[in-house]
């Protein structure tokens, strides 16, 4: 049997909702794989142990029965430290020694350290096969500034925008006129975060420098933009690779106005419903109530959005509707709950889902297994020690 480690947790604003989805995947996962949970803790160590199988686990803050875990580079193995007695006159020692044969990683970590490339690319130095997005395509997607130019470069329509760093805020006068040049509505966000942490809609200067204040708390890098005054929120999700990709069936946010907050996203209307529900659980129109030219229209550019950064796996793309003017709003390469949901309407099972996932994973691992990484030279026997190249 195969062992799939779900990774969930993680340093980030977004741990917990990284837990719910992460919990969702291991529960969900077809029995002929061995789901292994792995715990990041919000300190950055790596916990394994079949207690992490309970969700009380998470709920009581009680690890004590699980025990650190290692990645090694190059290694298939996941490795726990143990101790060894060293008698009657000797010392202790440790060591590590295997735990685990990994054959896929599914990453269910939202947020920094995670969903933006970093724990992409330490996967990258194991001889492991992951789920998901790759180092650059989970880079671009994080970062909302980046994203943006990489879209406008592909036609796909946006508001208006502009960004800066923490440090050019010194210069007060000269962000609040690049804002004001754009016009009120406007919304103020970190540029490498999600599920609305950090993000405020502002009317008015005051509300504009207060708000900047905030987004600088979470990010060295602000994003502001054009606000489009009563606007609907559609969302589509992308399943696939490279030219292969499936188009969700449509979703809009009921009694979304501006932008949905954290609580909104995970926690509002959660009574009597699964503690596993976590995106599913929105209140929502699945299909959307939208003409076959706007459904049209938003799962292709939904399919381009999702080429342009490279992505692969699954990820939703946020649009915002305008009478019939769509924009795209953002790219989530790592959505909440992986968005089964929007798959099952159409007759993907979460099941489903998640082997198509880790199908993709073996494929694009076996493409890269291909290309030649080495290349042998006699550059350094032709080299004097300390010359200049």
């Given at each position: 049997?195969?062992?799939?480690?779900?990774?969930?947790?993680?340093r980030?604003?977004?741990?917990?909702?990284?837990?719910?989805?992460?919990?969702?995947?291991?529960?969900?996962?077809?029995?002929?794989?061995?789901?292994?949970?792995?715990?990041?803790?919000?300190?950055?160590?790596?916990?394994?142990?079949?207690s992490?199988?309970?969700?009380?686990?998470?709920?009581?803050?009680?690890?004590?029965?699980?025990?650190?875990?290692?990645?090694?580079?190059?290694?298939?193995?996941?490795?726990?430290?143990?101790t060894?007695?060293?008698?009657?006159?000797g010392?202790?020692?440790?060591?590590?020694?295997r735990?685990?044969?990994?054959?896929?990683?599914?990453?269910?970590?939202?947020?920094?350290?995670?969903?933006?490339?970093?724990?992409?690319?330490?996967?990258?130095?194991?001889?492991?096969?992951?789920?998901?997005?790759?180092?650059?395509?989970?880079a671009?997607?994080?970062?909302?500034?980046?994203?943006?130019?990489?879209?406008e470069?592909?036609?796909?329509?946006?508001?208006?925008?502009?960004?800066?760093?923490?440090?050019?805020?010194?210069?007060?006068?000269?962000?609040?006129?690049?804002?004001?040049?754009?016009?009120?509505?406007l919304?103020?966000?970190?540029a490498?975060?999600?599920?609305?942490?950090?993000?405020?809609?502002?009317?008015?200067?005051?509300?504009?420098?207060?708000?900047?204040?905030?987004?600088?708390?979470?990010?060295?890098?602000?994003i502001?933009?054009?606000?489009?005054?009563?606007?609907?929120?559609i969302?589509?999700?992308?399943?696939?690779?490279?030219?292969d990709l499936?188009?969700?069936?449509?979703?809009?946010?009921?009694?979304?106005?501006?932008?949905?907050?954290?609580?909104?996203?995970?926690?509002?209307?959660?009574?009597?419903?699964?503690?596993?529900?976590?995106?599913?659980?929105?209140?929502?129109?699945l299909?959307?109530?939208?003409?076959?030219?706007?459904?049209?229209?938003?799962?292709?550019?939904?399919?381009?959005?999702?080429?342009?950064?490279?992505?692969?796996g699954?990820?939703?793309?946020?649009?915002?509707?305008?009478?019939?003017?769509?924009?795209?709003?953002?790219?989530?390469?790592?959505?909440?709950?992986?968005?089964?949901?929007l798959?099952?309407?159409?007759?993907?099972?979460?099941?489903?889902?998640i082997?198509?996932?880790i199908?993709?994973?073996?494929?694009?691992?076996?493409?890269?297994?291909?290309?030649?990484t080495?290349?042998?030279?006699?550059?350094?026997?032709?080299?004097?020690?300390?010359a200049k190249?």
């Amino acid at each position: 049997m195969e062992n799939i480690v779900v990774v969930f947790g993680g340093r980030s604003v977004e741990h917990e909702v990284s837990v719910i989805t992460g919990m969702q995947v291991v529960e969900n996962m077809d029995k002929k794989y061995n789901a292994v949970p792995l715990y990041v803790t919000k300190e950055g160590k790596f916990l394994c142990g079949e207690s992490l199988k309970n969700f009380k686990t998470f709920k009581q803050g009680d690890f004590s029965e699980t025990f650190e875990v290692f990645f090694k580079p190059n290694d298939q193995y996941l490795y726990r430290e143990v101790t060894q007695k060293g008698g009657l006159f000797g010392k202790e020692t440790t060591s590590l020694e295997r735990y685990l044969k990994v054959d896929c990683v599914f990453p269910a970590l939202h947020g920094t350290y995670g969903e933006d490339g970093c724990f992409q690319g330490m996967l990258e130095t194991t001889a492991v096969p992951y789920v998901g997005c790759g180092v650059m395509s989970a880079a671009v997607g994080m970062d909302k500034v980046i994203m943006k130019k990489v879209f406008e470069s592909e036609g796909i329509p946006m508001t208006p925008y502009f960004y800066f760093y923490r440090e050019d805020f010194e210069n007060q006068d000269e962000i609040i006129s690049k804002a004001e040049e754009i016009g009120y509505n406007l919304f103020v966000k970190p540029a490498n975060l999600g599920s609305s942490i950090g993000i405020s809609k502002v009317k008015n200067r005051e509300e504009l420098i207060e708000a900047i204040k905030v987004a600088a708390s979470y990010d060295r890098k602000i994003i502001i933009e054009k606000a489009v005054d009563n606007p609907r929120e559609i969302n589509a999700a992308v399943l696939g690779y490279q030219n292969d990709l499936q188009v969700s069936e449509l979703e809009e946010p009921i009694g979304w106005k501006d932008f949905l907050k954290f609580d909104e996203k995970y926690i509002s209307g959660s009574k009597g419903g699964s503690k596993m529900d976590g995106m599913a659980n929105q209140s929502k129109k699945l299909p959307a109530d939208v003409t076959e030219d706007i459904k049209n229209q938003i799962q292709n550019y939904a399919k381009v959005a999702f080429r342009a950064i490279d992505g692969m796996g699954v990820a939703r793309i946020d649009f915002l509707l305008d009478n019939d003017k769509v924009y795209v709003n953002e790219i989530n390469t790592l959505p909440g709950s992986i968005s089964f949901y929007l798959f099952e309407v159409s007759g993907m099972s979460f099941t489903e889902e998640i082997n198509k996932l880790i199908e993709l994973a073996y494929k694009r691992f076996n493409q890269k297994a291909k290309n030649i990484t080495s290349y042998d030279s006699d550059l350094l026997k032709k080299t004097t020690y300390g010359a200049k190249l």
